[in-house]
């Protein structure tokens, strides 16, 4: 089993920036994919950004291209959402999620979450 804790929410004024951390507990971490996801109130969690734990290479959800950054430390286990200009359409919980294989392409870990909210 793989623990992931999300550290780095909290409140921020619009046009603000913060900057997510997401550890992993298990000394051999190497998942395909980690990715970040979020959740508002009343809505579907959404797929936000994703990096390859291998090629670091990245994808984003368009809403938060140009504004948003993954990245990761392998030797930490961590990965990182370094978010900028944020709006108050952010506001949600955070959850860091990997992969452990490309197929089948399912998150099987969680991390518990971290609210961001964004104020106007």
């Known amino acids: 089993q793989v623990q992931l804790v999300e550290s780095g929410g909290g409140l921020v004024q619009s046009g603000g920036s913060l900057r997510l951390s997401c550890a992993a507990s298990?000394?051999?971490?190497?998942?395909?994919?980690m990715a970040w996801f979020r959740q508002a109130p009343g809505k579907d969690r959404e797929f936000v950004a994703r990096i390859s734990w291998s090629s670091g290479s990245t994808s984003y959800a368009d809403s938060v291209k140009g504004r948003f950054t993954i990245s990761k430390d392998n030797a930490k286990k961590t990965v990182y959402l370094q978010m900028n200009s944020l709006k108050p359409e952010d506001t949600a919980v955070y959850y860091c999620?990997?992969?452990?294989?490309?197929?089948?392409?399912?998150?099987?870990?969680w991390g518990q979450g971290t609210q961001v909210t964004v104020s106007s």
């Open positions: 999620a990997a992969r452990p294989t490309l197929v089948p392409a399912s998150y099987d870990y």
């Open positions: 298990r000394r051999t971490f190497s998942p395909y994919f």
